[in-house]
Structure formats: structure tokens, C-alpha cells
């Protein structure tokens, strides 16, 4: 119901009251050194870029940091299954073990892998197209502006989920879908799926962005010495969107993470064969009311953590890259 | 001024046929009825597959079944569910009346939590409260709210009903009413909808606080507030009829498009507590692909979702002058 | 010789930024008198905006404020907040650069300026409304009455700057401070603008500050000019002796600047105006002067008398003597 997709706008850094304040410092430092030092002076996201790169790295490295395998069930010294009775303070099992006996936390890094994988893959793929897009309204204005940003207004506003579920069953039932989007229950599907619903906030911003540049002098006055459109693109309006494109992308990640659990939860997501995060805590299910409160809480714990830390991140990205953010709305 | 609304209207009307076609083919492709009747009633003959696809208007193009759907939809003919096979609009019916009730409740306790928290954090920017307020909204941001359902439903039902050693949950976790409950009782109706009323205001709070926050802020740095600070009146006037009146024009324009999704209920916290609103009918339904309860409800959703956008484009232009001659 | 309206003595003003102190107002100190124009001219961030912003009160509450201020005898600095507010408005006020942007978006131009007037003015609505429309009239809008009910988006950049100087003179001021209300304005809005000043004034009896970068803008309308430079007074007198006979090299840099169409090439001032973090030692104009020596490193200049017109220079009489010869 809430919109998480409108782009937030960001704390306008506080703006000097006096224009001739500015003029007073003059410091000759090179643009990424300034964004470098606007983002270092954001607490929050300095300690997420932390969290996250061990988090990261940990779940890449799995095969290496994880003590047992993703989907292996650890037998009891004596012969038997070990099953869900035990209970964290382990040493063995940092976070526990599920109802078949295969540890938590080395589920949890194998996890992250894919939850991290979808995620990213969303990201890029659906920053490509919203810019594409986004670029391209931008530049024509017009009727087509227009007519894009309407459209857009509407895929935002359909409930996401909804939408999501749809799309989700169509490859089940169709079998040209299950070869354009991917088959059901595949990585490739809700990547795609996800992308088509997330591109939208990206080409808002891109539009922006370039419609705000369209006007400024610069661009006249490359005009003005006869460069061409696809110069102008590329040299002046391309390097001032990078900026913006990134906060998108970042953002769009920790969405993705987000839908993918969601989705996967519900059991419209990943194959459960995939321990992405969402299945964990699809597994973790009915056993929370017989009191096994590690199965959802160390899960729910990591994803909370990931996303806080990617949404931070971009935070600080914004702070960064995009200092006097212009507030489009509609 | 009437031309900016004769011309949204006149947009809104091809664009709700585009969209609910689009839905019909999206949905039908997705749960193929046919496919369904027949999983349902297996025994069904030849004869009464025909029956039911004549009946339904499942014959011929994609394009001639909508406008047969169409006709039987306005004309308020819904038919049966595939499943059980029930009368479409009484379920319905009161699947939306929760879902409204649950969504305008938990809307009017998070905006108004959330645009006081944005107003405050704005106006003391960087200070305690501002941080903390900032650091609990990218929290509740973050969280998707399954996640806050299922925790919430742990500690409230379970860990403190075993702390405090009581015998029922110590708030309810599942239903409209407990089990067996028939009749109207407030009390218990309110009961049931705290923990679900959380899980959305919370979202709801985290989101409008930041959006508040940031309008706030953009126009704190104005220059027409600092004409109107040169002309001498109270702070307070300055804040209430020069920052306020400008940055809750864009709020107030998501609040519209908001509201417009509240019909549509909300598929995870609904089916998490077990509470029987229009997105939990449509997750079953989905599920079962019971397509005669599928489309009555998203036809009513995407209506509602454009009239709402129409809504805030109004308001929008109401609240700024600015864009009335556009 | 008539009473001063405003007198600053000694302003000081500083900000604390995460890179330091800025020390934006080093010390000025001026009086303006009844019916006086002073002509206010400097760079960007030779610290004229922040000086008259200070008499208006409406730094931020961070900036860091030592001096006086006196408005008719009524001290400003350090002055309760209410206090500093019923001052502003009324017996001070403002006219701001971009008339665009200095107006409230949403609300009607009429509306803006019977707000400025109940500010301090106890009458009623009625009434409020009507003086707003003669104060349109006076400004020289026509049609004052249809168009106090529109909002400021339907006006051209001129007009919305009358309205913004209606709204100034809405009480009576006797000190007006406008902040270069001409420059994001085309050069023939200009001058009506700049009519408009004058006539206001004229009617007003007011003593008015005009800001401003554009010497040409000040040759027409000053009576005294002063020149500022790095948060110091560098130069003042009356307008013609200022500009005849500039005795500043500043004062004289600028002025061989102006473009002249008889000239192949522009003659800038070299250098960049200075880092107000750390101000170079005594005069902060040394670095870009043609007549620099080591003396001007010692002690910052005072404004001294130099004939009819005040210099802080230290080297004045030898320079003079130089350029005659």
C-alpha cells in the first residue's frame, strides 16, 4: 500500500543562507574528492559500507567461511538426524539448526548469495532500462515525456505485489512466457519480474535530471559551438547523471532484496531449493509458534540488517553525489 | 480550470479500458479458467466445459471475451467462484469492508504520527530527535513487512503471553474475531486490529516522516521564506502559513494516490493475521485461480488506483497555482 | 547635518563552518541619513549582503555578531528576538534579488502584501486590503485591483519586483535595504526599477541602501557610494567624487574594468577575491594590488579622510601623488 517506489527526495544538505558564503571559501578540490569527503561525513553510511562489505564477502565466500554445506542435514555423533530442538548458545550451531537438521548459519551465507545476486542483477538491469527510458523522455520532452510519465505513474501505482504475483503465474500457465521471463521459480524470472516493476523510479529520476540540464547554460553554449545532440549527450548530460543513476541503483538493490523475500515467503518467489533468505523464513514458518524463534529471527535479522545498510549507503550516496537535489514530486 | 479537469477525465476513461483489458488478458493468461474449472470439477464432461465457457463468455478473441466480461461486470452479473462455487460479490464484499477499514485506520494513525514526527525532525534538523527519528524511519523502511508481521506476531503473541504466563495471546494474532464470534462487538474488533494496524502504520509512519521531512527542508531554504521572516511576523506564523502551506503539496498528492490503493487491501500483513480483506481474497484466489473473483476485484482496484491519480492531479493543482494553466 | 537613521559601528559578523570561523563582516562601520541613497558596492562576498542582513536581523542563528546597530537610536544588537521583530517590517525593510523566488508561490500577490501590513499595522481586513492595492498603484502596477488577486507566477520578473517593493514600503520604513533588486532583472526593467526606488524614497523620506555590483546602476540613482571589499569599507563619499576621483586602487581597479568599446581587450583586477577563512594580514587587498608595498601587510587600513572622501589605504597620499605625475 505504501509507495516505496516514488523516489524519496533526500535532506537538501543545509542550504547557506547567503549566497556570498559560498564565494568566501574558495577550495580547489576535484569533484570526486568533494563527493568522497560528503559521503565520509556520513556516519551512518561510512559503518553500513562496513557491515555490508563483511557481509558481502562472507556470502560470496561461502564455500569458504560457511563450517557445513548448503543443504546438508549433520548427523548426530551417535548415528541419528540432529533435528530442530537445538538451540543457538551452540558453538557448533551459531544460529541453530532447522527441522532437518542442516545448520542456520551456513544456510544463511549460501543465502545471501542468492538474495544478494537477485538484488544486484535487478538493480543493473532495471537502472539500464529506467535510464534508456528516463534519457530519452527527458530529451524529447513533449508528448512523449508526457505520455511516458503517465505510464510510469501507473505502473506505480498498481500494488506491486499484485503485479508481481501475476506476472509470476503466467509462466507457469503460459510457456512462451516461462521462455521470454523464465521459468517459474528461477533466478532469471524474478529478476526480470522485478526489474519490469523497479525501472520506472530510475527513469523518473533520469528524466529529471536531464530536463534540468536541457535548460541550463552549458548546454547552450555547447550548442552554441555547433556541437551535435549525441555530443552534448554524451560529454555534458551523461557525466551529470551518473550521480542520481547511482542513488537509484542503489536504492532499487535494497528493494529488490526486499520483494525477492517477499515474494519467496509467500512461496511465488525462488525455488525452495534455493536457500535465498526469503525461503529461509518460508521454512522457518509454523515452527516460530512451537517457540524455535531462531529459525525466523536470525534470517529476519540478516535481511533487516542488509537492506538497512543498502538503503543507508545510498543515503550517503545521495549526500554525496547529488548535493542541491532537485525535489520532482510529479 | 475546468479545462485541466475535462481533459484529466477524458485521459482517465480510454486509459481504465487499456489497463483493466490488459489486466484481463494478464489474469486470464495467468490462471486460464478453463484450466481451473476442470481441476475443480474433474468429472466434467465435454457438454459442460462448453456450457461453462459459453456461459462465461469464454469464447472467441481475447478482445470480444473482455467486452463480454465487461458487459456481464457493469451490469453487476459476477457469477460463482470456480471454487465452491459462491456468489462473487457477498465475499467480496466483505473482504473490502475490512480492507478499508484496516487500511483507512492504519492511514489516518500513520500519517498523522508520520507528518508530525517529519514536521518536527525538519524543523530541528541534526539535533537528537532528528537522528533518531531519521535512524527509526530508514529502520522502518527497511524492514519488509512480513518481517515486522511475523516478529511482532512472536513477541506479542507468544513470548510475552509465556512471560506474563497467560493463558490466550496476549494480542489476538489471527481473524476479524475470535473463532465462533458472530456478532458486531467493538471491543473485540479493535482488539483484533492492533497488531495489523502496527505492521502497516509502521511502514506508513517511516515513509511520510522522511517525505515530510525532505518537503520541509526543501522549502525551509527558500527565498520566500526569508521574505516572509523580513517582514517581521512570529516564527510561527512563518512555519505554519509559508513552510507548511508549500511543503504539504506534494504530500498530500501521495497521500492521494495512496488512498486510491487501499481497496486493494494488503497481501502480506492480511495474510499473516489471518485477516479476511480483499488481499488476502486475492491471494487465494490467485492461488486457486478462480478467475470469476479475480477480475470483478482487480477491475475495482485499477478504477480506484486512476481515480485516485486523478484525485491528487486535482489536488495538486488546487494546493499550487502554478500548474493550473498547465 | 540631519540625525542618522541607521548608525553601524564596529559590525562584526562570523560563521562557524566545519572548516573554520568565516569571517564574512571585518569591522564597518557607516551612518545613512534621511533621504540619503548610499550606493553599497562590492564583489561576491566582500560581505554587503551580510552587513545589511545583520541590520535586518535575519542572519542565522549561528552567525556570531559583535558591534552596533542602531535604528534612530534603537540598539539591534544583542536585542531580544520580539524586539528585533517589531523593528523589522516596519522601521527596516527589505527588497530582495530575485523577485521569482522572494515570492510565496501560493499566495496571491495581494494577499502577500496586506500580510506584510497587519504585521504591524492594527486595522482591519478591509482596510488592509485596500492600502495593499495603492501601494500596488504606487509601485506602478496598472489594474492594481485585478491584479492583487493574482498569483506571482502571472507576472513578469519587473512587475513582481514592484510588488516586491510594494510590500516593503507596505509600513512606512524609514531605512530600505535593497539587495541587488536589479540584477536578474533585463537591463530596460532595470531602469524602471530603479524609477521606482527613487520615487519610493522620494515619497518615503527614507534612507535607502542600495547593494549592488553595477557601477553603472550606482553612478544613476547614489548619493554617497561606499566600497566594500573582503568584509572591510575600502573607500566612501559622494557618488561623483567617488568616481571622478577614486583615490582606492580598488575603487580604481573597478572602474578601469567597466568595458569599453574603445578598449581591444578587458582590464580585470588579477587574482581572485580572498579566502574569508584565513583573510590575508592587514589589508586583504594587497595581493591583487598594482601599488602594493611591505607596509600593507602590517595593520588592516582605517577609513581615513583624504580630502572629501574616506580611504583605508594606507599608501593613498603616495599613490595619488604617483598617477598625477
Known amino acids: ?327 520532482k514530486v510529479i | 480550470m475546468a479545462r485541466f479537469i475535462g481533459r484529466r477525465v477524458a485521459w482517465a476513461i480510454p486509459v481504465l479500458l487499456i489497463v483493466t483489458f490488459l489486466t484481463f488478458w494478464a489474469v486470464k493468461s495467468a490462471t486460464d479458467p478453463v484450466q481451473s474449472f476442470l481441476r475443480i470439477n474433474t468429472r466434467a464432461t465435454p457438454e459442460m466445459v462448453e456450457e461453462y465457457k459459453v456461459k462465461h463468455g469464454l469464447i472467441g478473441s481475447t478482445p470480444e471475451q473482455y467486452v463480454h466480461w465487461l458487459g456481464n461486470f457493469v451490469t453487476l452479473e459476477w457469477g460463482n467462484s470456480i471454487k465452491g462455487n459462491r456468489p462473487v460479490w457477498p465475499d467480496l464484499k466483505a473482504a473490502m469492508v475490512n480492507s478499508l477499514v484496516l487500511g483507512l485506520t492504519a492511514s489516518f494513525v500513520g500519517i498523522t504520527i508520520g507528518l508530525g514526527i517529519g514536521i518536527l525532525s525538519a524543523l530541528r534538523q541534526y539535533s537528537k530527535f532528528d537522528t533518531a527519528a531519521t535512524g527509526a524511519a530508514f529502520v522502518g523502511i527497511s524492514m519488509p513487512p512480513f518481517v515486522s508481521a511475523v516478529l511482532l506476531q512472536v513477541f506479542f503473541a507468544i513470548m510475552i503471553t509465556s512471560w506474563l504466563n497467560l493463558d490466550k495471546p496476549f494480542l489476538p494474532v489471527a481473524g476479524i474475531y475470535p473463532p465462533g464470534q458472530t456478532e458486531f462487538d467493538l471491543w473485540l474488533r479493535m482488539k483484533h486490529m492492533i497488531l495489523p494496524v502496527t505492521v502497516v502504520a509502521i511502514q506508513i509512519i517511516a515513509v511520510y516522516s522522511r517525505y515530510m521531512r525532505a518537503s520541509l527542508l526543501d522549502v525551509k531554504g527558500s527565498d520566500y521564506m526569508r521574505t516572509a521572516r523580513a517582514k517581521g511576523i512570529s516564527e510561527r506564523k512563518v512555519i505554519m502559513h509559508h513552510a507548511l502551506r508549500n511543503a504539504m503539496i506534494p504530500v498530500v498528492t501521495v497521500a492521494a494516490i495512496d488512498f486510491g490503493a487501499i481497496v486493494g487491501g494488503l497481501i502480506i500483513t492480511e495474510r499473516i493475521f489471518e485477516f479476511r480483506g480483499t488481499g488476502d481474497y486475492l491471494l487465494t484466489a490467485l492461488g486457486n485461480g478462480d478467475f470469476p473473483q479475480i477480475m470483478p476485484l482487480m477491475f475495482i482496484i485499477v478504477s480506484s488506483i486512476i481515480i485516485f491519480n486523478l484525485i491528487a492531479d486535482l489536488a495538486y493543482a488546487w494546493l499550487d497555482p502554478r500548474i493550473r494553466l498547465g | 547635518m540631519t540625525l542618522p537613521v541607521l548608525s553601524v559601528r564596529d559590525l562584526h559578523v562570523s560563521f562557524p563552518t566545519p572548516d573554520g570561523l568565516v569571517q564574512a563582516v571585518r569591522g564597518v562601520s557607516f551612518d545613512i541619513a534621511q533621504h540619503e541613497l548610499l550606493g553599497v558596492v562590492g564583489e561576491s562576498g566582500s560581505g554587503k549582503s551580510v552587513t545589511f542582513l545583520a541590520v535586518m536581523g535575519l542572519l542565522p542563528k549561528r552567525a556570531i555578531i559583535t558591534g552596533s546597530i542602531r535604528v534612530g537610536g534603537q540598539e539591534l544588537v544583542g536585542a531580544p528576538d520580539d524586539e528585533v521583530r517589531k523593528v523589522r517590517g516596519k522601521r527596516v525593510a527589505m527588497i530582495f534579488q530575485d523577485p521569482l523566488t522572494a515570492l510565496n508561490p501560493v499566495h496571491r500577490v495581494g494577499a502577500q502584501v496586506v500580510e506584510m501590513i497587519l504585521a504591524h499595522q492594527d486595522i482591519s481586513d478591509d482596510a488592509a486590503n485596500a492600502k495593499a492595492v495603492e501601494l500596488l498603484d504606487l509601485v506602478g502596477i496598472p489594474q492594481p485591483d485585478v491584479r492583487a488577486r493574482q498569483y506571482p507566477h502571472e507576472f513578469s520578473g519587473g512587475m513582481r519586483q514592484r510588488v516586491v517593493i510594494a510590500m516593503a514600503i507596505a509600513n512606512s520604513p524609514e531605512i530600505l535595504i535593497a539587495d541587488e533588486p536589479t540584477t536578474a532583472l533585463d537591463t530596460t526593467v532595470q531602469a524602471q526599477i530603479l524609477d521606482v526606488v527613487q520615487n519610493v524614497q522620494h515619497e518615503l523620506g527614507a534612507a535607502v541602501a542600495f547593494i549592488t555590483h553595477d557601477l553603472g546602476v550606482v553612478a544613476r540613482i547614489a548619493d554617497r557610494v561606499q566600497v566594500m571589499y573582503a568584509g572591510r569599507v575600502t573607500e566612501r563619499g559622494e557618488a561623483h567624487d567617488i568616481f571622478l576621483r577614486p583615490t582606492h586602487p580598488y575603487t580604481r581597479g573597478l572602474l578601469t574594468s567597466l568595458p569599453d568599446a574603445n578598449l581591444d581587450r578587458l582590464i580585470p583586477i588579477p587574482g581572485a577575491p580572498p579566502n574569508m577563512l584565513r583573510p590575508p594580514s592587514g589589508c586583504a587587498f594587497r595581493i591583487r594590488c598594482p601599488y602594493a608595498a611591505d607596509v600593507c601587510a602590517g595593520e588592516i587600513p582605517e577609513l581615513k579622510p583624504f580630502g572629501a572622501i574616506e580611504t583605508a589605504c594606507v599608501r593613498v597620499e603616495e599613490i595619488a601623488a604617483e598617477v598625477s605625475a
Open chain 1, 1 to 327: 500500500m505504501v509507495d516505496i517506489l516514488t523516489p524519496i527526495p533526500g535532506d537538501p544538505v543545509e542550504a547557506p543562507v547567503l549566497e556570498d558564503l559560498e564565494d568566501l571559501t574558495v577550495e580547489s578540490k576535484s569533484p570526486t574528492q568533494l563527493a568522497l569527503r560528503r559521503y565520509r561525513h556520513h556516519r551512518a553510511a561510512m559503518i553500513s559500507s562496513v557491515v555490508l562489505l563483511i557481509i558481502a564477502l562472507a556470502c560470496v565466500f561461502a564455500t569458504f567461511v560457511a563450517p557445513y554445506g548448503e543443504n546438508e542435514a549433520i548427523k548426530s555423533p551417535d548415528g541419528g538426524l540432529r533435528n530442530e530442538i537445538l538451540v543457538p548458545p551452540n558453538s557448533q550451531f551459531w544460529f541453530g539448526t532447522d527441522s532437518i537438521g542442516r545448520d542456520l548459519y551456513s544456510r544463511v551465507l549460501y543465502g545471501g548469495r542468492v538474495s544478494l545476486f537477485v538484488g544486484i542483477a535487478s538493480a543493473i538491469s532495471a537502472g539500464l532500462i529506467g535510464t534508456a527510458v528516463g534519457a530519452f523522455a527527458g530529451f524529447r520532452g513533449g508528448k512523449i515525456d508526457n505520455g511516458l510519465m503517465r505510464f510510469t505513474d501507473l505502473v506505480l501505482g498498481l500494488p506491486l505485489l499484485v503485479i508481481l504475483i501475476i506476472m509470476r503465474l503466467l509462466p507457469e500457465k503460459q510457456p512462451w512466457a516461462a521462455t521470454v521471463l523464465g521459468e517459474p521459480g528461477s533466478k532469471r524470472l524474478m529478476v526480470t519480474l522485478i526489474t519490469l516493476v523497479a525501472w520506472t523510479g530510475t527513469a523518473r529520476i533520469v528524466r529529471g535530471v536531464v530536463l534540468s540540464l536541457k535548460e541550463k547554460e552549458f548546454v547552450e553554449a555547447a550548442r552554441a559551438v555547433g556541437a551535435s545532440d549525441k555530443r552534448i549527450i554524451v560529454r555534458h548530460l551523461v557525466p551529470n547523471t551518473i550521480g542520481p543513476i547511482v542513488v537509484s541503483l542503489t536504492f532499487i538493490v535494497a528493494l529488490a532484496i526486499g520483494l525477492e523475500s517477499t515474494l519467496s515467503y509467500f512461496g511465488f518467489g525462488l525455488s525452495p531449493t534455493q536457500s535465498s533468505w526469503g525461503n529461509l523464513l518460508a521454512d522457518a514458518g509454523t515452527n516460530v509458534i512451537t517457540g524455535k524463534w531462531w529459525l525466523i529471527l536470525f534470517p529476519a535479522l540478516i535481511l533487516l540488517i542488509t537492506i538497512l545498510c543498502i538503503n543507508f549507503m545510498g543515503d550517503g550516496l545521495r549526500d554525496a553525489l547529488d548535493p542541491k537535489q532537485e525535489q
